[in-house]
């Protein structure tokens, strides 16, 4: 008859518990997007899988939210005539995008982020007032930094 050994089989959670240690967790930014500011709760991660939770809190209009990886200022981007950017200029790298939602809602998604500079913007252009209104020219842009993982 064979017997078990029990500390060998006692280790194998501890083995189990120590390699999912070392594992990286996931990121999660909060952005607020409001007329006309883009704002996240914080302003730089580590290097890694990012979670972008974005709540749209108007008060009137639906926005965006756009992860552009770039060494641009938020500012310079390049844009269109109407005032959005353009989203294959030069210089930037568009990395993913939650597609316009209302006012009140909140979405969410992940991108695995490399080490460097981004901008996170809203990109709507809607006709307003009998004129053209561009998100991303009133001001719904803001540099975002991704640092070395730890």
Known sequence: MRRLR???????PLLILAACAGQPTA??????????A????????PAGEVTFQATNDGPND???????????APGALPTDQDGAVDEAGS???????????AVGGTESMTLTLEPGSYVLI???VEME????????????????????GS
């Open 6 to 12: 029990m500390a060998s089989l006692c280790a194998v």
């Open 27 to 36: 990121t999660t930014v909060e952005v607020t997007l409001v007329e006309f």
């Open 38 to 45: 883009v704002i996240p709760d914080v302003s730089e991660v």
């Open 62 to 72: 639906p926005h965006e939210l756009v992860v552009i990886k770039t060494d641009l």
């Open 91 to 101: 210089g930037i790298e568009v990395l993913g995008e939650i597609e316009e939602f």
């Open 122 to 124: 809203c990109n709507l």
């Open 129 to 148: 007032d009998g004129g053209v209104e561009a998100h991303y020219a009133m001001g719904m842009r803001t540099a975002f930094t991704v640092t070395e």
